[in-house]
């Protein structure tokens, strides 16, 4: 059964792109091969000859979310959906992500959830959204209020929830150094954020799938 796509204008605040002054690839380069005599190494040995190389490449597929507006993302909505209204949730979204202090991993999974008003969006969509905030420099709190933010902004369902856990290597590698910790953030909008049951039900259907990061 086809469904009826409607294309929405995205928000202003959601179409931020990269800074214009990025450096050049040479420049990235003879800054990793600083970084690399910082650590005590030598840039000049075999294994790290191609290293700047390599890392530059790295850094641009691990912070592609700048390059990507998620709004852009959500624009296609679907309206046949046979008169359904209730919780759709996208549970167990895995993401990268690199702490904005640090710059070392954060790595875990996102919950999403939204009670859709007439229209729907393609779950890929969702998961998308996650992985392009998280391709930036991040804190997990931000991370958590951006991708339901830009749901409510440019789909205006009725509620969005958004629960994220995530183990950060800040505190894995280095500092306190306490591996397996995890942290655990969530943000709601709408009827989420008014109605204490429609959180409890959101957090009872997510922690229905069991597992961990």
């Known amino acids: 059964m086809d469904a009826v796509a409607k294309k929405l204008m995205p928000q202003s605040a959601y179409m931020d792109r990269p800074a214009t002054d990025r450096p050049t690839e040479a420049e990235v380069e003879a800054a990793v091969k600083v970084l690399l005599r910082w650590t005590g190494d030598d840039p000049q040995r075999e294994g790290l000859i191609d290293t700047p190389k390599r890392v530059t490449k790295a850094f641009r597929e691990m912070f592609n979310g700048y390059d990507m507006c998620p709004a852009d993302e959500l624009g296609r909505t679907f309206e046949e959906v046979a008169g359904y209204d209730d919780l759709v ?125």
């Open 89 to 213: 949730i996208v549970r167990d979204i895995k993401f990268h992500s690199h702490c904005e202090h640090h710059m070392v991993p954060i790595i875990g999974k996102a919950h999403v959830g939204y009670l859709p008003d007439g229209k729907v969006v393609g779950l890929s969509k969702i998961a998308r959204v996650v992985d392009i905030f998280a391709h930036r420099l991040q804190t997990q709190e931000a991370m958590t209020a951006q991708i339901a933010g830009v749901i409510q902004d440019v789909l205006n369902p009725r509620g969005v929830a958004v629960m994220i856990e995530a183990e950060h290597m800040c505190m894995a590698m280095r500092g306190i150094r306490k591996q397996g910790s995890t942290t655990l953030t969530s943000t709601f909008t709408g009827v989420f954020r008014d109605t204490p049951e429609e959180q409890v039900r959101f957090v009872t259907m997510v922690r229905a799938g069991g597992g961990g990061i």
